[in-house]
């Protein structure tokens, strides 16, 4: 019996930016699971996953996306059934730091110049992506029909999310697999060189002419590396 594979989103997105990789993955015979992830806090977020892994017993595959990385590098801690993690486009923080930290350590991101603040009455900030530049700010390599879609349903990430350190990381203890886009824009280049080195990802591959929104734009890409990844077990 193939491990299940849970697929975490990121932020600016929701669980069916993984479409095209769920039915790959199924054809192949893994059962799949897309949470939902809440985008409000690292720890809530990581909590949500935490409960999805205790009621699945066999071996699994957990896969991040963007934000979602550092979501499932809090959420596998813990738990024994957890035999990968895959890093798409994705944070792997150390224990204290931020995704808010990790992203201005390099150059590169544009992020922050493109982004719509929603004030909330708790005083914390929701987070968009100004629809007039998703295209090219995230989804650079999607159809431009496709990438409106995408910038109308995004969901936004709080600003206690982006700025909350990371507990200790399952990626000390758990193989990692890394797999990033050359054109990135949310998460700069040379992050992702420096996050899968630092967590000894048993390997790592980047996809020339990819964007940020590898999940729907390059499924296939995807699928196959979370294959590999999975086969490792």
């Known amino acids: 019996m193939k491990p299940t594979v849970v697929l975490v989103h ?3 997105a929701e669980s069916a930016s993984w479409n095209g990789v769920i039915g790959r993955l199924q054809a192949v015979g893994h059962r799949v699971v897309a949470a939902g992830n809440p985008l409000r806090s690292l720890s809530g977020d990581a909590a949500v996953v935490s409960s999805i892994l205790d009621t699945i017993d066999e071996p699994a595959v957990l896969v991040g996306h963007s934000y979602g990385g550092a979501v499932v ?3 596998a801690v813990g738990h024994d059934n957890v035999k990968v993690l895959v890093f798409v486009a994705a944070f792997a ?3 204290g730091e931020s995704i808010a930290e990790l992203s201005s350590r390099f150059p590169g991101g544009t992020l922050g110049d493109n982004l719509h603040e929603v004030p909330l009455p ?3 900030m929701d987070l968009y ?3 007039d530049n998703f295209h090219k700010q995230f989804a650079a390599d999607l159809p431009a029909e496709q990438a409106a879609l995408g ?3 995004q969901r936004p990430l709080n600003t206690v999310a982006l700025n909350e350190g990371s507990g200790e ?3 000390k203890t758990v193989p990692s697999w890394f797999i990033y886009p050359e054109l990135d824009f949310n998460i700069p280049r040379e992050a992702h ?3 899968a080195e630092r967590a000894g990802a048993r390997a790592s591959i980047e996809l020339p002419g990819a964007s940020h929104a590898i999940p729907a734009s390059q499924p296939e890409a995807i699928a196959q590396w979370i294959e590999i990844a999975a086969k490792s077990i």
């Open 122 to 124: 708790d005083g914390s």
């Open 151 to 153: 910038a109308a349903t």
């Open 193 to 195: 060189r420096f996050m």
């Open 73 to 75: 590098s809090n959420a």
């Open 129 to 131: 992506i100004r629809q």
């Open 10 to 12: 990121g932020a600016f």
């Open 93 to 95: 923080p150390e224990r």
């Open 169 to 171: 990381p399952a990626w």
